[in-house]
T-cell receptor, first 124, second 107 residues
Framework: QVRLVESGGGVVQPGNSLRLSCAGS????????LHWVRQAPGKGLEWVSM????????HYAASVEGRFTLSRDNSRKTVYLQMESLRPDDTATYYC?????????????????WGRGTLVSVTS | DIQLTQSPSFLSASLGDRVTITCRAS??????LAWYQQKPGEAPKLLIY???TLQSGVPSRFSGRGSGTDFTLTISSLQPEDFATYYC?????????FGPGTKINVK
């Protein structure tokens, strides 16, 4: 069964740090780019960041650039999102998503596997 | 950055209705567009990618069209499990922004 499982969420004070993890199973983890998407309570989806299959390429949304850092350990089948200088507007459920489509004959890519999310609450 | 708008934001519909949601990109994205369905308390679910390719396992009542800047998602006959929020997302270049969503509720 193909799965992504996020962990590490919790309540943190503004200015503090938190590290989220996303563990994959049921597929060849090292072959896939992975993304983080967040959703503030009652709001829409916001793309946050991406890491390539080997960790050599990363992209971040402007709202988190310079504060969030992605890394991955393919031997542990895990991606890490290190979040620094957290702000109240970082409060959200954070989803990990797999980017499928590489090697797909369609030539397109998409987020085909999602975790259930982990809730981060930044509050004093 | 490429921005996406969706219309309508809210849609009231009945079982069996044909519904269409529109997604518009601020610049051309070819067919690098995906559609997702999200129900309360759940993760998003991929419905369509490449603007018109149905993800495996998704019912054929869902269909997508468009290219460039204008896209549509159509549900041909609304079923009880289709009452949810729908998001478009472009995957043309980073950031892979999402549209603001369209919530379909029971009329």
């Amino acid at each position: 069964q193909v799965r992504l499982v996020e962990s590490g969420g919790g309540v943190v004070q503004p200015g503090n740090s938190l590290r989220l993890s996303c563990a994959g199973s049921g597929f060849t983890f090292r072959d896939y780019p992975l993304h983080w998407v967040r959703q503030a309570p009652g709001k829409g989806l916001e793309w946050v960041s991406m890491i390539s299959f080997d960790g050599s390429n990363k992209h971040y949304a402007a709202s988190v650039e310079g504060r969030f850092t992605l890394s991955r350990d393919n031997s542990r089948k895990t991606v890490y999102l290190q979040m620094e200088s957290l702000r109240p507007d970082d409060t959200a459920t954070y989803y990990c998503a797999r980017e499928g489509g590489l090697g797909d004959s369609s030539g397109f890519w998409y987020f085909d596997v999602w975790g259930r999310g982990t809730l981060v609450s930044v509050t004093s | 950055d490429i921005q996406l708008t969706q219309s309508p934001s809210f849609l009231s519909a009945s079982l069996g209705d044909r519904v269409t949601i529109t997604c518009r990109a601020s610049q051309g994205i070819s067919r690098y567009l995906a559609w997702y369905q999200q129900k309360p308390g759940e993760a998003p679910k991929l419905l369509i990618y490449g603007a018109s390719t149905l993800q495996s396992g998704v019912p054929s009542r869902f269909s997508g069209r468009g290219s460039g800047t204008d896209f549509t998602l159509t549900i041909s006959s609304l079923q009880p499990e289709d009452f949810a929020t729908y998001y478009c997302q472009h995957l043309n270049n980073y950031p892979y922004n999402f549209g603001p969503g369209t919530k379909i509720n029971v009329k």
